[in-house]
Each structure stands twice: as C-alpha cells, then as structure tokens.
C-alpha cells in the first residue's frame, strides 16, 4: 500500500481481484493470497482506498511446516494432519497522494486465528510527514 496505483487508470468504484505470492517471513518458500483493491474516493491528487488480502491456508501452513524444519523439527504427516487451519486477513484502508505515489494515511488491521480458540488482531496507523522547508 505504500507505493500504489502506478500506471492504472483510476476511477471511482474500481475494483480489481488478483492472486499475489509474497516472500515467506521464515525465508524459502511463497505465500499465496488474493488482493482486492476498491477505490472509494479519487480526485485530482488523492485516491482513497480499500485493500484486502486473504492469505491461502494450504501455503500458510507450508510455510509453517518449513519454519519446523528450518528450526532442526520435522513434523510427521500425522502432526501435520492434527494442525489447526491458520487463517490470516489484512484489511488495509486510506489515502494515497497520487503525485507522491505514496500513501499518506493508511491503516491496516491484520486478523490471525488458528483453529476455533486462537485469534489474534493487530492494527497499524501511519501517516506521511512532510519535511518543513
């Protein structure tokens, strides 16, 4: 979301779905998701925004079974079979400077849960600071 919308023809209520790989944090390996981008708002400098990512089960628990074994673990099919369904949603919103091509207000609320008695939710604000001069 930081560095966005460069080189599509915006306007209001656009909307796109796409498949993504991104780097796994635990180093070899990719994790699989879907990006939805809605446009909710779009002037001449500003385009406000909604982005959200649906990361797939089947590559999070992938890069988790390679954690295991990077650590000097390795999971038996069984552990592997017993291991709860991780789910993880970014939910991202806020204004991107399209002169900057930078977003300036964003925040992003990353949902985990694991299995039916684990969740977790985080939630990130930022905002772009211009230099005085």
Known sequence: MYFI?????????FQVETPTE????????????IVRITVTGLD???????????????????ITHGF?????????????????VVQVKDDAEGTSDLTLGLATRPRVTRRISMGPQ????????????????
Request: aromatic share 8%; hydrophobic share 35%; no cysteine.
């Open 68 to 84: 295991f074994q990077q650590a000097g673990r390795k999971l038996t099919r069984a552990q592997l079979a017993e291991m709860p």
């Open 5 to 13: 919308f460069g080189g599509i023809e915006l306007k209001r209520s």
């Open 22 to 33: 991104q780097p796994s944090p635990f180093g070899a390996g990719k994790l699989n998701a």
């Open 118 to 133: 684990l969740a977790k939710l985080d939630e990130w604000n930022f905002r772009l600071v211009r230099s005085k001069r």
């Open 44 to 62: 001449l400098t500003e385009v406000t925004s909604t982005i959200t990512t649906r990361y797939e089960s089947d590559s999070l628990k992938a």
